[in-house]
């Protein structure tokens, strides 16, 4: 639909309906206007599935690996159809809009939420940003790059103040949503934070350069609850304050074009925008009707398996892996992680998935009548108690597996009842005059001794168990952070004493308060055996095996939306383990389930250590075929790992003052590695297969133009004695620069596939963005002119070929 067919639409529009249309109808949809034809747009989170508008765990979604796994992934098309999965999905659940892909960059290996994000590096994010993007809106559903800009750590997200260069905003941290823009991005998501001193929901950069400068012709939302101002953001490049109905906008908004203090030109702008998102998405007459599957195919489940093993990083290999099967009569399977994954990060983006495949159960499946398993957990590693659910759990009314949901009014009536499969409940529907939200449930011990048990929220809660008030008390809490309040509130927890066979009523309430949000959580945990005693156990069964696989990793505590890191380390209970058994066992696979950057101080004790982050519902299915050689692990790191954070470059995500100086300017990641030069524990880049590679000729042409691409071509040898994939990585330098520059920047890949003994060439383009800078006194970009190092290789810390390319004027 065209301009002028939208602006004969906006004539209809009296000036309430039109700042009607610019504040959501409800929490995640958008309002409608019957008589002009457009209905509501509902919006979802991502970008690991797409969980609709509801927060339940009876409406299951399609689970991928986390995003810093497709970072590792270095496929464009294998992303890309990733994201024709998420599409598939949003259209099953009748979403028009995932709030996906997260386009900050892995600045801290502290950063919270690093494992929603792709990548340290803004090529790289880029390039796999712009791929899902594609995936997604091909079937016409919206994708959304997030957060707009620098909302990099989450340390006090929701106020910090970053200061960053205007060069470092241009070159680093602007340039994947440049990169998005370019791929046809219909929705930009404005950040809590300010930069500059400007909150982004008002921030300039709305307008200049994504507006005008990039031509950005979709809608610049808001995150969740980020609109705080009516005049400030009303006259910015802003185009849709959400949640809703309530906001700064709406009559407010009203008032301030009548009053004059913003134009309704910019509103018809705002206006103009979110008819023309509607138009892409069949929301506005003529509508264009979308199909997808009721359910998720078995090919669903074959991709997200595949892309299990195309993310998983090999970062060390003495010769053990893939295992044999042939070769094996027991296989030792170790840690808690192995039985119990993390599948998916902490916070908003979560979501409810069915059939997780655990690593246990996919080895279990791959070796069954081939070889025993054995399994101990070792020491727990400190998870936190997990929410009451199916397997030790039955509702008190119905005695099914789960729990039972009330809904009670002031004077402890019922108003509502229904089964439910787990005791984390987020957003519940609630009749007039509800008061109180009550979760219950009898618990079937399965292990005597004493249990732990928790109740989530803010406001008046008790938690009882059998005949014992474990909870009993009011808390307030002390932010207001939406992920917190909403999604994943504190715990609160008391112990007491079980024993098997003695089923006990759990009853959790919490009384419902405005601005206290509507998230409700009972968890238990059983005792954890005596670390000293499984510790035992563990490496009893490892000197038995034949090969061990210990899985270990990091927890909700750790990696969650809302909170950075405190650290990398595993915890002494893990590190010890994997040390202990791998002195029992040479044939020790560590498989490390993390969504960022962990510490491995063992590392070069072990066989083989695997990176599988947070891998998604196929998990166990895909590691199993990389273990035994079914797949090869296709991943290389997009973030650069260090051996201890003390050695990491760039740390800081905790604001002085209310400010986060991003004072390293252009040198975030490999490339604060190199300028430092230190040697991290692994590479940006690095990556090992199941074969080797011979680098055996490079043709670059020796001269190129300024703004004109170029191409690389790598021929390599497969010298190994199997097929494999290889990543051809291209960077580039520019010694005696006159401006400052990183010691070499990332320019681009390309992968290729070979038989064993064979060769193939890897073309490998590279952007003219590649070779320019920003120019500060111009306020513009800029080419120097001259020689460049170009260099190929195996990662920034492993260069096969070095060359000069001279770059000429236009």
Request: glycine share 12%; with cysteine; aromatic share 6%.
């Amino acid at each position: 639909m065209d301009d002028e067919a939208l602006d004969r639409l906006i004539d209809r529009l009296s000036l309430e309906q039109k700042v009607r249309l610019l504040t959501g109808a409800t929490t995640w949809r958008t309002a409608g206007e019957a008589g002009i034809g457009l209905r509501e747009m509902v919006t979802s989170d991502g970008p690991a599935g797409v969980r609709g508008e509801a927060w339940d765990e009876r409406r299951t979604s399609a689970l991928l690996p986390s995003a810093s796994a497709l970072g590792a992934m270095w496929d464009e098309d294998l992303v890309e159809r990733l994201g024709g999965l998420l599409a598939t999905e949003a259209v099953r659940k009748g979403v028009d809009v995932v709030l996906a892909p997260t386009l900050n960059l892995h600045r801290s290996p502290l950063g919270g939420r690093h494992f929603e994000c792709f990548s340290e590096d803004p090529e790289l994010t880029g390039r796999t940003g712009a791929a899902l993007i594609r995936g997604i809106q091909a079937l016409g559903v919206a994708a959304t790059a997030k957060h707009y800009v620098g909302n990099d750590s989450e340390t006090d997200r929701l106020t910090v103040d970053v200061r960053a260069s205007e060069r470092a905003l241009r070159e680093v941290y602007l340039a994947p949503f440049e990169a998005a823009v370019a791929a046809g991005v219909w929705l930009v998501m404005a950040g809590y934070n300010a930069v500059g001193g400007t909150t982004m929901t008002a921030s300039p950069l709305l307008a200049e350069p994504l507006k005008g400068e990039w031509g950005f012709d979709g809608v610049a939302v808001s995150d969740w609850a980020a609109v705080r101002t009516t005049e400030e953001t009303g006259r910015a490049a802003l185009d849709l304050a959400m949640p809703g109905p309530d906001s700064p906008w709406g009559a407010s908004l009203v008032r301030a074009v009548k009053d004059g203090q913003v134009a309704e030109e910019g509103v018809d702008d705002k206006v103009r925008r979110l008819l023309r998102l509607a138009a892409r998405v069949g929301a506005l007459e003529p509508r264009h009707p979308r199909r997808a599957p009721a359910q998720a195919s078995r090919g669903t489940r074959t991709l997200l398996r595949r892309a299990v093993s195309a993310g998983c990083v090999l970062l060390r290999n003495d010769a053990v892996l893939p295992l044999d099967p042939a070769e094996l009569t027991t296989v030792a399977v170790v840690g808690v992680h192995a039985a119990s994954p993390r599948v998916q990060g902490g916070g908003s983006a979560g979501v409810f998935c069915s059939d997780v495949v655990t690593p246990l159960a996919g080895i279990r499946a791959r070796l069954r009548g081939r070889a025993s398993v054995v399994y101990e957990p070792g020491p727990a590693p400190g998870s936190p108690p997990a929410p009451l659910g199916t397997d030790h759990c039955s509702d008190p009314r119905s005695g099914a597996p789960g729990v039972l949901l009330r809904v009670l009014d002031a004077a402890g009536r019922e108003l509502h009842a229904e089964h439910r499969l787990s005791g984390r409940q987020l957003e519940p529907d609630l009749p007039p005059g509800a008061h109180t939200v009550e979760i219950a449930a009898v618990l079937h011990p399965r292990r005597a001794g004493e249990w732990t048990f928790g109740v989530g929220g803010f406001g008046r809660m008790t938690l009882t168990v059998g005949d014992h008030v474990l909870v009993d008390g009011e808390f307030p809490g002390d932010t207001d952070d939406p992920a917190v309040v909403h999604v994943n509130p504190p715990v609160h927890t008391a112990r007491t004493a079980l024993t098997t066979r003695r089923p006990v009523h759990v009853v959790a309430r919490r009384e419902l308060v405005p601005g206290r949000g509507r998230a409700t959580v009972v968890t238990a945990a059983p005792p954890e055996p005596d670390p000293a005693t499984a510790l035992q156990d563990a490496v009893r069964a490892a000197g038995e095996a034949d090969a061990v696989v210990v899985v270990v990793g990091t927890t909700e505590h750790s990696e969650t939306e809302g909170y950075d890191r405190a650290g990398l380390a595993l915890g002494e209970l893990q590190d010890g383990l994997v040390r202990a058994v791998a002195a029992a066992n040479s044939r020790t696979v560590v498989v490390v389930n993390s969504g960022g950057p962990v510490e491995l101080p063992w590392r070069g004790e072990v066989g083989a250590v695997l990176l599988a982050w947070f891998p998604g519902q196929e998990a166990g299915g895909g590691l199993a075929d990389v273990l035994f050689g079914l797949a090869e692990p296709g991943g290389r790191l997009p973030t650069t790992w260090a051996a201890s954070l003390a050695d990491a470059p760039v740390t800081r995500t905790r604001p002085v003052d209310g400010r986060l100086d991003y004072a390293e300017g252009l040198h975030i990641g490999h490339r604060a590695w190199l300028r430092s030069g230190r040697e991290p524990a692994y590479w940006f880049g690095h990556g090992l297969g199941y074969t080797t590679w011979e680098y055996a000729a490079v043709e670059v042409p020796p001269r190129v133009l300024a703004h004109e691409p170029f191409t690389v071509r790598v021929t390599v040898h497969n010298s190994g004695e199997r097929a494999g994939r290889e990543v051809v990585q291209v960077y580039l330098a520019r010694p005696g620069s006159a401006v400052e520059r990183p010691v070499r920047w990332f320019a681009g890949h390309a992968a290729v596939r070979a038989e064993a003994g064979r060769t193939a060439t890897a073309e490998g383009g590279v952007s003219p963005r590649a070779l320019r800078h920003w120019s500060e006194a111009d306020h513009g970009w800029a080419t120097e002119p001259g020689p460049y190092r170009l260099m190929v290789g195996r990662s920034v810390g492993d260069v096969r070929w070095e060359g000069t390319v001279t770059v000429g004027g236009p």
